[in-house]
């Protein structure tokens, strides 16, 4: 039994990365922001700052799948301090790049400073003003010339350059986290960008609102963006700033810190669309909410146990109904109830499930019994899987009555009833509930019709209204979930089963791993 | 085993060729040409595919649904018929001009059935159609919401004051079209890859069958919404397209197990010892064996796109072009509780071919082969939305 259940989920690793891959190319649908369709030039650098924002929110400044020349802060400084050093026609955005690097870069510039001719070093320097006044050391009129800049910057880093090393940094947060003061924030606060990564980790680990708080604020100073927190915010203010802060960290974490070492070969796989995507997908951080900034993760938690039980209860209803249905009607083949239930149930497997769910609910209200709407939902939801299995275990039972050993236990006098029950029906048991595994997408497909219909709040629910409002990130993040549910509970069924009856077990493994049919 | 095997393995062709032995005259010809002998003596014999087509014709429910599905290909292909808003012959201002709502002429733009008969110039006349209103005209005020046999509507005008009568009759054309289209896409598309994967087996059979099952794992409803959604601009074609081009998994599925099965009888290793080449055993042997369950999974399969597509328009996020379709007219009846002929006419139309189709679908499977029984649930289950 271990061995088969391990082989039945090896089997499932494949399925599931074809699922992700399939669902990455389905986000890839989704239209690019700065698409020349915009009317922009394509070649104008840095659009708007929002738009750049908003693609690489979604990982569209990287390669699809391999990522030859993967960015990080030293690429990025050196190409700043290039073009901001030579004072070319890119000037400007390298400035804006060395301003929005910050702190994170200095270890990078500083030391180079030196080396470089003295009208480039007065550049760089003068370019670099804007983080020496962010973090409090200068003011705008003292880094406006080129040689005090410069003499700024050199004496700046022989003073300081010790406190720009990761365990320095790592020390300041463990004291700041461990006792709050507004002294040990300026300290942070001085490190701007480069703080960043220790900042932002402890975000993910802590849970005292004022400590939160604190960090946040140093992240904010540092990048000059996200939420601002005081020391009135709410607890979900602060979570909901947290949830953003961790989410744009993901996004731009190459930003600030060095690929190096090993690292630096697996970012050709990881610093790409897909393996952020998949990365974030296998962590659970599937973004953040366009309608209401909420972590996805948190409302599918929210919503999913709505959608599971009316699928759950949906099943079983229909599985204690359609297997007696099914299998009588195949008992007293071509008599008055094989006949009536056949042609119910083809009618039913016919009925669309929204059609039903709509005359349900309507016969419900004339009725006075609006209110039931759970049950309605359910009993909906279960007819089109009644219609469907009752017809399965039908045919399993006339196939298995059809057999030698049947009509061995009728000839030798076995009881008609114990025929029914004990040779025929435990037979034509095992392949209905089998199959029961093909019938999960579309039990998934119809409780999203059904909780539309009857204002039920679950997935399928939310799914529409975040359709009305473009929310892709939770329509990315729905395909994948129900893809990897369906996914697991067809490895659950054919768990169950393969216990229940060990010689479907190579079948349903093989089905899976599909050698030979 | 099921389909057409060639006619010199059966019974009957090995007694034809006994017979054709007696008469002789073969006997002087070449051997090619007295393979064409044999075809021709045993044709007054039943193969496989006769007995498919004579148990197929004697079921009492396949000739109702296959009746029923005529008349609803008819309404879908003479929609303009039934209900136009303009005439279907008509002479005005002179020229004279046949199925103008087809043909859109540039003198008749604006131009309305109503309007033209009210002030009828000289020498004009029209031939109007049955239901003189369009599926997208939009009539005044007074006319919203009017139950059936009403002012001309006789099944009532909806939401819009748009008629019912012409948006169901129109939108069997939409259901049609989209359900025949996607699966002839989705039929090519399973065949190629299910006889390929089983004929090539090796790496391009495992790569295509992690395809099926990853595709399967999704649901249609779920991802034709999402897909919706997500495109720029979606049209009837964007769900077309995505139910075809991920729903062919199934029916992969049933012709790779139908090619291993072939490829494992004695008539094909026969073939294969007379020197006949891959392509040879694959277009001769294998693939006319898995025909017939494409045909069978082919008429599943628009069942399940006209219900999909139906679902995705009734939760009121299908085309939003004014094309006619049952979806959009049923999701029209949530919103207006009273007007009972909402729900009704689209609903009944949905439900008559899907229960045509599903008949005929079945008696085919059957006819075709008793053991198929169940395969074509197994088949659509996946759609179903």
Redesign the interface.
């Known amino acids: 039994m271990l061995r088969y259940a391990l082989r039945r989920i090896l089997w499932t690793i494949p399925t599931l990365i074809g699922t992700s891959l399939i669902v990455f190319l389905v986000t890839t649908l989704a239209p690019d922001p700065a698409s020349p369709a915009s009317g922009d030039d394509p070649r104008a650098p840095a659009r708007d700052a929002r738009v750049e924002e908003a693609r690489r929110a979604r990982f569209l400044d990287l390669p699809r799948f391999v990522n030859s020349d993967p960015q990080d802060i030293r690429s990025r400084t050196a190409w700043a301090v290039a073009h901001a050093g030579a004072g070319d026609s890119q000037a400007d955005i390298a400035a804006a790049e060395l301003r929005r690097l910050g702190g994170a870069a200095f270890p990078y510039v500083l030391p180079a400073l030196e080396a470089l001719p003295p009208e480039a070093r007065g550049r760089l320097a003068v370019a670099l003003g804007p983080v020496a006044e962010r973090i409090g050391l200068a003011r705008a009129d003292e880094m406006s010339d080129p040689q005090a800049a410069a003499l700024f910057w050199t004496r700046f880093w022989d003073d300081r350059a010790l406190d720009f090393t990761r365990a320095a940094i790592e020390r300041t947060v463990a004291r700041l986290v461990e006792h709050g003061s507004d002294l040990r924030e300026e300290d942070l606060v001085r490190l701007d960008t480069f703080a960043l990564a220790a900042v932002i980790a402890a975000m993910g680990t802590e849970d005292d609102r004022m400590t939160l708080v604190r960090l946040t604020r140093i992240a904010r100073h540092a990048t000059e963006r996200g939420p601002k927190l005081g020391l009135a915010s709410t607890a979900g203010e602060v979570r909901r700033a947290v949830a953003d802060w961790r989410e744009w960290w993901f996004v731009h974490a190459t930003d600030f810190v060095a690929i190096d070492g090993a690292g630096g070969v697996v970012a050709v796989l990881t610093e790409t669309r897909y393996g952020k995507w998949l990365r974030r997908a296998v962590g659970g951080e599937l973004g953040v909410s366009a309608t209401d900034g909420e972590p996805i993760a948190d409302k599918l938690r929210a919503h999913a146990p709505v959608t599971v039980l009316i699928c759950t209860i949906a099943l079983l209803l229909s599985w204690t109904l359609a297997v007696p249905i099914g299998a009588y009607g195949a008992w007293r083949q071509r008599r008055t109830f094989d006949v009536v239930s056949s042609a119910v149930m083809f009618l039913l497997y016919a009925t669309p499930t929204f059609v039903l769910a709509e005359l349900l609910r309507r016969a419900a209200g004339a009725l006075g019994r609006g209110d039931a709407r759970v049950g309605l939902a359910v009993v909906a939801l279960a007819a089109a899987s009644l219609a469907t299995s009752s017809r399965w275990q039908r045919t399993a039972m006339l196939e298995v009555m059809r057999q030698d050993f049947v009509r061995t236990a009728v000839a030798k006098g076995v009881p008609a009833w114990r025929v029914a029950v004990d040779h025929a029906l435990r037979n034509a048991l095992a392949p209905t509930v089998t199959l029961a595994g093909l019938h999960l997408p579309a039990l998934v497909g119809g409780a999203f019709v059904v909780e539309e219909v009857f204002g039920l709040p679950g997935v399928g629910f939310e799914t529409l209204r975040a359709i009305e409002a473009h929310d892709s990130a939770w329509l990315m993040a729905v395909v994948l979930a129900t893809a990897v549910a369906v996914t697991l509970g067809l490895v659950l069924t054919d768990m169950v089963y393969g216990a229940l009856d060990p010689r479907l077990r190579e079948e349903l493994v093989r089905r899976q791993g599909g050698r030979a049919a | 085993m099921s389909g057409e095997q060639p006619a010199h393995e059966t019974p009957e062709a090995s007694a034809a060729i006994e017979l054709s032995r007696r008469k002789g005259p073969s006997r002087k010809k070449r051997a090619g040409d007295s393979l064409s002998d044999i075809r021709q003596a045993a044709a007054p014999y039943l193969t496989m595919t006769r007995i498919a087509v004579l148990q197929l014709a004697r079921s009492r429910l396949a000739r109702l649904g296959a009746i029923v599905l005529a008349c609803v290909c008819m309404v879908a292909v003479f929609a303009d018929l039934f209900a136009s808003d303009l005439p279907i012959v008509c002479r005005w201002k002179g020229s004279v001009y046949v199925l103008p709502g087809v043909t859109h002429p540039a003198a008749l733009a604006g131009a309305t059935c109503a309007r033209e008969a009210r002030n009828p110039a000289p020498g004009d006349w029209t031939l109007p159609p049955l239901v003189a209103h369009g599926p997208t005209e939009a009539a005044e005020a007074e006319d919203i919401l009017r139950p059936p046999l009403t002012h001309g509507h006789p099944l009532g005008t909806d939401a819009l004051g748009r008629d019912v009568f012409a948006r169901v009759v129109h939108g069997t054309r939409t259901a049609l079209g989209v359900g025949t289209a996607a699966a002839i896409v989705l039929v090519a598309i399973g065949v190629m890859l299910g006889a390929f994967a089983g004929f090539a087996g090796g790496l391009l059979?495992?790569i295509v069958?992690?395809?099926?099952?990853?595709?399967?794992?999704?649901?249609?409803?779920?991802?034709v919404?999402?897909?919706?959604?997500?495109?720029?601009h979606p049209t009837t074609a964007t769900l077309l397209w995505t139910i075809a081009l991920?729903r062919w998994t199934d029916l992969a599925r049933l012709v790779?197990?139908e090619v291993?099965?072939t490829l494992g009888t004695d008539y094909v290793t026969a073939a294969r010892a007379l020197g006949a080449s891959p392509t040879r055993v694959l277009a001769r042997h294998v693939l006319p064996n898995a025909i017939g369950p494409a045909l069978v999974a082919a008429t599943f399969g628009i069942?399940s796109v006209i219900?999909v597509e139906?679902?995705v328009d009734?939760?009121r996020?299908g085309s939003p072009d004014t094309m006619a379709s049952w979806?959009e007219a049923?999701g029209e009846?949530?919103a207006n509780?009273g007007a009972w002929w909402l729900?009704v006419f689209p609903?009944a139309a949905?439900?008559v071919t899907?229960?045509a189709l599903?008949l005929v679908g079945e008696a085919a499977r059957d006819a075709l082969d008793p053991k198929l029984?169940?395969v074509g649930?197994?088949l659509t289950?996946?759609?179903?939305?």
């Open positions: 059979d495992s069958t992690r395809a099926v099952e990853s595709l399967t794992a999704i649901p249609t409803l779920v991802l919404l999402v897909v919706g959604a997500l495109v720029p991920t790779r197990a291993l099965l069942a219900l139906a679902a009734f939760l996020v979806g049923l009846a949530r509780a729900i609903g949905l439900l899907l229960v599903n029984r169940g649930e197994e289950e996946g759609m179903r939305g």
